[in-house]
């Protein structure tokens, strides 16, 4: 063969000096491969992609109390004790709950059935709760130092959750006025002789019908959440709350305030329009309140109840729900449009209560006639809240 034929099968000397460049690279990426190998299980493990923003439970511990039927857990203001609601034989007193070890104290005495609300129903040396032991359900208020309690409620209907405003000037509470099917959030004010009631009646305006319950106020005190519907199913809804410092005059209850089945319409938020006349201080004034047009929260889930909220900004919300119809209900929380499980047991967990420092959470646990109190601390990302 002729140096002309071997020509072309010959690396020349650039092809020589390319093909070098490629096996030292190769011999390069193999030794570093080589290194990586030896040295990676040596070092320190990276640390973990930060947790979600949703906050979780840690530490739950089921409190000790007397045998009994516990539930509907609140906070008093300073955070040191609860109190909740003891059932037995169909009756139901309210104790108060210390959590520093000392034996429950039972606050009430009377017939019938007492039971407070989750959320803001002590403020001060007020606290909040309805009894039917007039007869009728109604909204009560005690004066924790002495004991005495009277009847605050309208004598309308059946008044049930009432809850303080964050500035504590307004109560909100669930009414079923006589003859009406449906429950409606109602909003209560002092008078100025601070011996009867203003009130204002919400006729809720939304595509759905049903109880309007479990009213809370938000933070800023500018809106009200509540459940809507029945226990096939309810959504959480938001109305505009009215203003503490907005004067009533006293009016008939209209068709839109006193009417059995919500308006339809469009889901939409929307202020309020109250009158601006002073009413009398001896007799309550029913005003509708305008445009009470509802928002809703969150739908489509399952039986959304017993809702609050968590943080002092209003971005988040705790509830029960049930998801569908046919499990227990388990705690979630409602974050900037993300949903996270809080709770997942056989049991149905239901009243989420946070303490007034948002750090710590109590709820009751287990089937009607064995529920218990669970404490437990709220935790973000790596650590407590």
Not at 50 to 71: K, N
Not at 150 to 175: C, F, H
Not at 285 to 294: G, M, S, Y
Request: net charge negative; charged share 20%.
């Amino acid at each position: 063969m002729s140096s002309e034929d071997t020509a072309g099968t010959q690396p020349s000397g650039r092809g020589r000096v390319a093909l070098g460049a490629v096996l030292a690279v190769l011999l390069l990426a193999v030794a570093a491969g080589a290194v990586w190998l030896l040295v990676v299980p040596f070092r320190a493990t990276p640390k973990p992609a930060p947790d979600s923003a949703l906050p979780r439970l840690t530490g739950e511990r089921v409190l000790s109390l007397p045998s009994g039927d516990w539930r509907r857990p609140t906070w008093r203001p300073d955070g040191r004790a609860l109190v909740a609601s003891k059932d037995e034989g169909g009756k139901s007193q309210l104790w108060l709950i210390p959590l520093d070890g000392s034996l429950p104290i039972q606050l009430t005495f009377g017939p019938g059935a007492h039971v407070a609300a989750p959320g803001n129903a002590w403020r001060a040396e007020r606290l909040l709760y309805a009894s039917d032991e007039s007869g009728e359900w109604d909204a009560w208020v005690m004066d924790t130092k002495t004991l005495k309690a009277r009847n605050i409620g309208p004598s309308r209907g059946d008044e049930s959750d009432p809850v303080y405003s964050p500035d504590g000037k307004l109560i909100a509470v669930s009414s079923r006025p006589f003859g009406a099917e449906w429950a409606r959030i109602e909003v209560l004010r002092y008078s100025s002789d601070a011996t009867t009631m203003d009130l204002w009646a919400t006729a809720v305006r939304s595509p759905a019908q049903g109880d309007a319950t479990c009213p809370q106020w938000s933070p800023d005190g500018a809106s009200i959440m509540f459940g809507l519907g029945s226990e096939a199913g309810r959504d959480l809804w938001v109305v505009s709350a009215p203003n503490a410092d907005t004067t009533l005059a006293p009016a008939a209850p209209s068709a839109s305030a006193t009417a059995a089945t919500p308006a339809t319409g469009t889901p939409r938020s929307t202020g309020t329009t109250p009158p601006t006349a002073v009413p009398p201080p001896s007799a309550p004034a029913t005003i509708p309140v305008a445009d009470a047009t509802a928002t809703v929260l969150l739908a489509s889930r399952g039986d959304q109840c017993d809702a609050a909220w968590l943080d002092e900004v209003g971005d988040e919300v705790v509830f029960s729900d049930t998801e569908t119809s046919t499990v227990p209900a388990d705690l979630f929380v409602l974050s900037n449009g993300l949903i996270g499980r809080l709770t997942d047991t056989p049991q149905a967990e239901h009243s989420p209560s946070p303490s007034p420092d948002g750090k710590r959470i109590v709820f009751e646990r287990g089937d009607v006639g064995s529920r218990v109190l669970v404490l437990a601390d709220l935790a973000r990302g790596g650590g407590a809240r």
